[in-house]
């Protein structure tokens, strides 16, 4: 193997993001290895997203090192930060289509990293450009669907478009924040299927932000739980158990109440915590194995 190969591909190091009085993340640290199927799992405002957006250099660190493929990213000029973006897909929870433009088109822009000046209409992008985009939309089961307006899809078919849009620019990471957060579960099962498979296929590294449990379990190779901005366990996904999951969790709060919200959250049921005079969630069972926690 050579030393380019072994590199990270994503290298977080101490990183802390304030906006304003709010603390988004702190001192946070994330190494990803190439091929690696990553999940940020986080109840809504733990910073999953801040996250991700240091990674494609949207946002840039307070304090801290971000490199992705090699990059310091909040050193790189506009060009080369351009140029790495190209490098990274993205996919959203609303999917970000321009629902008044054909399925095509939407996949189209996908590429407009690697053209010069604006690009109007299918026919405004080389035929190489329009066989590949047609080929993307084939991959995730929407070729018949090209000449529709992107507003006349069902969510799925529209995260279906907007991976063939990311897989247009030719990435070698993908990153999703929340990509099935506004499907129904049977859309959401196949479109982390989708994107499982279309990583293993074209080798693509993929971190990926979720806030169920099971989810999460079932697709990555290992999660990166995050709560309040803070890296809380970080462990592959072999072999741990959602309890595993829950108890670190546990472990990281005093108040029976938040715990209850998280695991609300987290897995749609609130568990009975058993609960100390004073109110605060009694300490956590320390019997049940934690495989990697760094709580
Ligand atoms: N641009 C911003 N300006 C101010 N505060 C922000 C900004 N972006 C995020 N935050 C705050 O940072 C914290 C982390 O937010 P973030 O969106 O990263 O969480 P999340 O885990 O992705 O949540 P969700 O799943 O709801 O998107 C929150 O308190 C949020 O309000």
Known sequence: MNSAAASPVISVSGVTKKFGATQALHDVNLTVEPGEVVVLLGLSGSGKSTLLRHLDGLEFPTSGTVEVLGSNVPKLRPKALRALRGRVGMIFQQFELVPSLTVLENVLTGALSRLTGPRL??????????????????????????????????????????????????????????????????????????????????????????????????????????????????????????????????????????????????TGVPIEVPTQEDGTAEAADTSVPVQDGTV
């Not at 590949?132 to 070729?143: F, P, Y």
């Not at 018949?144 to 992107?150: F, I, L, P, S």
């Open 121 to 266: 209409g299918i026919w405004a992008y080389p035929k190489s450009f329009r066989l590949a985009a047609l080929n993307h939309l084939d991959r995730v089961g929407l070729l018949e669907k090209a000449y529709q307006r992107a507003d006349q899809l069902s969510g799925g078919q529209q995260q279906r478009v907007a991976i063939a849009r990311a897989l247009m620019q030719n990435p070698e990471v993908l990153l999703a924040d929340e990509p099935v957060a506004s499907l129904d579960p049977e859309s959401s099962g196949q479109i982390m299927r989708l994107i499982r498979e279309i990583a293993a296929d074209d080798g693509l590294t993929v971190v990926c932000s979720l806030h169920q449990v099971d989810l999460a379990l079932d697709w990555g190779d290992r999660i990166v739980g995050l709560r309040r901005g803070e890296v809380v366990l970080d462990t592959p996904t072999e072999g741990l158990g959602k309890a595993q999951v829950m108890e670190i969790y546990g472990r990281v709060t005093t108040s029976t109440a938040e715990l209850n919200a998280i695991e609300r959250e987290l």
